[in-house]
């Protein structure tokens, strides 16, 4: 987060190339002497990275193919930016102002602001979730630190069997009933579930359990898991926080991080996406507050 700033490196050395700062204006029209670097991505459409801006609220768009002459594109959208994640077609990136309550779309073909769109309190999508809707069409998922709801963004679409969807395109279609408190929403192009977690909820057993949804109907009654009694360790006073459910690559399992308290054992607790069974539980003396695991 510190020093205010981005660095520009050789992508075989890590050599520093250039140093950018991120000082400057927010979108109220403030100068900001700090504003630290949300989250960074590379455009899957151009040599461009779109570096989002947090206490600014500004969303750069770098292009990298001539870093001597580096050209910036400035996104005015919404305080405090933090992460976000791709569309099902990588065109736009869709990413949190959770001080606003919004969600920012970035039109990286164009280059220009998509929407800005009201959400529930303290939106927190991690990446993110795609997936088709049975009514609604292409929909991006993100849960919420501050509503006890998952909000479905409808995205659009170039495929003609989607043109139907259109009316929906950057509109919160639905709001599913979860808890508050939620990192991170999962699934998977092979799976028919949508995982959510609830780390920072204050009720011990709903921090320590994660919700899974049957895409294909919403309205039915979520499967809640206890990953602390799932993992077979010990009771403990401190909460063991069930967070950040992530596939492996063939949709078939989902890994979840269950953090114990500072002296308890933190553990890895693999799922069947399938059946929802307990595949695998990964632990170790030396694993303390597993953090972060991708593909």
């Given at each position: 987060?510190?020093?205010?700033?981005?660095?520009?490196?050789?992508?075989?050395?890590?050599?520093?190339?250039?140093?950018?700062?991120?000082?400057?204006?927010?979108?109220?029209g403030?100068?900001?002497?700090?504003?630290?670097?949300?989250?960074?991505?590379?455009?899957?459409?151009?040599?461009?990275?779109?570096?989002?801006?947090?206490?600014?609220?500004?969303?750069?768009?770098?292009?990298?193919?001539?870093?001597?002459?580096?050209?910036?594109?400035?996104?005015?959208?919404?305080?405090?930016?933090h992460?976000?994640?791709?569309?099902?077609?990588?065109?736009?990136?869709?990413?949190?102002?959770?001080?606003?309550?919004?969600?920012?779309?970035?039109?990286?073909?164009?280059?220009?602001?998509?929407?800005?769109?009201?959400?529930?309190?303290?939106?927190?999508?991690?990446?993110?979730?795609?997936?088709?809707?049975?009514?609604?069409?292409?929909?991006?998922a993100?849960?919420?630190?501050?509503?006890?709801?998952?909000?479905?963004?409808?995205?659009?679409?170039?495929?003609?069997?989607?043109?139907?969807?259109?009316?929906?395109?950057?509109?919160?279609?639905?709001?599913?009933?979860?808890?508050?408190?939620?990192?991170?929403?999962?699934?998977?192009?092979?799976?028919?579930?949508?995982?959510?977690?609830?780390?920072?909820?204050?009720?011990?057993?709903?921090?320590e359990?994660?919700?899974?949804?049957?895409?294909?109907?919403?309205?039915?009654?979520?499967?809640?898991?206890?990953?602390?009694?799932?993992?077979?360790?010990?009771?403990?006073?401190?909460?063991?926080?069930?967070?950040?459910?992530e596939?492996?690559?063939?949709?078939?399992?989902?890994?979840?991080?269950?953090?114990?308290?500072?002296?308890?054992?933190?553990?890895?607790?693999?799922?069947d996406?399938?059946?929802?069974?307990?595949?695998?539980?990964?632990?170790?003396?030396?694993?303390?507050?597993?953090?972060?695991?991708?593909?």
């Open positions: 987060y510190w020093p205010p700033q981005y660095v520009i490196m050789d992508g075989d050395t890590l050599k520093p190339l250039k140093v950018v700062s991120t000082r400057g204006m927010t979108v109220d403030e100068y900001h002497p700090e504003p630290r670097v949300a989250s960074i991505v590379s455009s899957e459409i151009k040599p461009e990275w779109v570096v989002n801006i947090k206490e600014t609220g500004q969303i750069l768009l770098v292009d990298y193919s001539d870093i001597k002459n580096l050209k910036t594109t400035t996104i005015a959208s919404a305080k405090f930016l992460d976000g994640g791709w569309d099902a077609s990588k065109r736009y990136f869709l990413v949190a102002a959770n001080a606003s309550n919004k969600i920012a779309a970035v039109d990286t073909k164009l280059g220009k602001l998509a929407a800005l769109i009201d959400t529930a309190k303290i939106p927190h999508p991690g990446r993110g979730a795609n997936f088709v809707h049975p009514k609604f069409g292409p929909v991006w993100t849960g919420h630190l501050g509503a006890d709801v998952v909000t479905l963004i409808s995205t659009p679409s170039d495929e003609k069997k989607n043109a139907k969807f259109k009316e929906y395109n950057w509109k919160v279609v639905q709001e599913v009933k979860h808890v508050p408190g939620n990192l991170f929403v999962k699934t998977h192009p092979k799976s028919k579930n949508l995982w959510a977690d609830a780390p920072q909820n204050p009720d011990k057993d709903l921090a359990s994660v919700a899974v949804w049957d895409m294909a109907d919403l309205s039915k009654p979520k499967a809640v898991l206890n990953v602390a009694k799932d993992s077979g360790l010990p009771p403990t006073k401190a909460v063991k926080r069930a967070v950040h459910p596939y492996s690559a063939d949709g078939k399992e989902v890994w979840i991080l269950l953090w114990g308290g500072k002296t308890d054992q933190s553990a890895i607790v693999v799922y996406d399938a059946t929802l069974k307990v595949k695998k539980v990964i632990t170790d003396p030396k694993m303390i507050t597993p953090t972060g695991k991708f593909n």
